[in-house]
Nanobody, 128 residues
């Protein structure tokens, strides 16, 4: 059974940094084709794909994340990360990781319905 568990959210002032993590169990990154993503959603706003990474390491980023966020993975720890620098108040949201095992596309525009598994989310709050 595949499970995704996020951690590392919190509160930070604008300009600060946070790293959120997504521990994956029941699936290994070396096990085959996959797409992993970070999405975020804040109250009253549509869910947004922030960053993706696939099984050969190709990444995509939302325009709002380019130059500030970095998605990465640690195969030994079976963990996905999102390093967020120069955070802005508009980055405040619940950040969730997602895994797609039947990959037809892997980008920040990939519909949420494509993903097979989701974590519960971790809150990131950026104050001005």
């Amino acid at each position: 059974q595949v499970q995704l568990v996020e951690s590392g959210g919190g509160s930070v002032q604008a300009g600060g940094s946070l790293r959120v993590s997504c521990g994956v169990s029941g699936f290994t990154f070396t096990g085959g084709h996959y797409c992993m993503a970070w999405h975020r959603q804040s109250p009253g706003k549509k869910s947004e794909g922030v960053a993706t990474i696939n099984w050969y390491g190709s990444t995509t980023y939302a325009d709002s994340a380019k130059g500030r966020f970095t998605i990465s993975q640690d195969n030994a720890k079976n963990t996905l990360y999102l390093q967020m620098n120069n955070l802005k108040p508009e980055d405040t949201a619940t950040y969730s990781c997602a895994l797609d095992l039947w990959v037809t596309s892997c980008s920040v525009a990939t519909p949420r319905d494509n993903y097979d598994y989701w974590g519960q989310g971790t809150q990131v709050t950026v104050s001005s």
